[in-house]
């Protein structure tokens, strides 16, 4: 069971991934279309590491929104590798 603290951290934590998201809509803003869907979905994707993020034991950080936006990434590089290998094998 939580205790009403780790509630109001959560809470505080999800507050400061929120601010730190927002103060990249400008940038995002500026870019040309089919990049700034890329970046809003890029930002979106940080949400998903965000308990990675707290796991560092400090509040939400730019390099640990970097950290899980280049382990991401490494993941869909390692993927796309992965089938070209077997594409190759084939050939």
């Known amino acids: 069971m939580e205790s009403p603290n780790s509630t109001i951290t959560h809470t505080y934590d999800d507050k400061i991934l929120e601010n730190?998201?927002?103060s990249w809509n400008s940038f995002g803003s500026i870019l040309r279309n089919e990049n700034r869907i890329i970046f809003r979905q890029m930002l979106e994707d940080i949400k998903a590491y965000s308990e990675t993020a707290k796991a560092k034991g400090k509040n939400f950080s730019f390099e640990s929104m970097c950290m899980g936006l280049i382990?991401?990434?490494q993941k869909m590089i390692n993927e796309l590798l992965c089938k070209l290998s077997a594409k190759k094998a084939l050939v």
Do not use: D
Request: hydrophobic letters at 35%; aromatic letters at 0%.
């Open 20 to 22: 730190e998201i927002e």
């Open 71 to 73: 382990l991401q990434q």
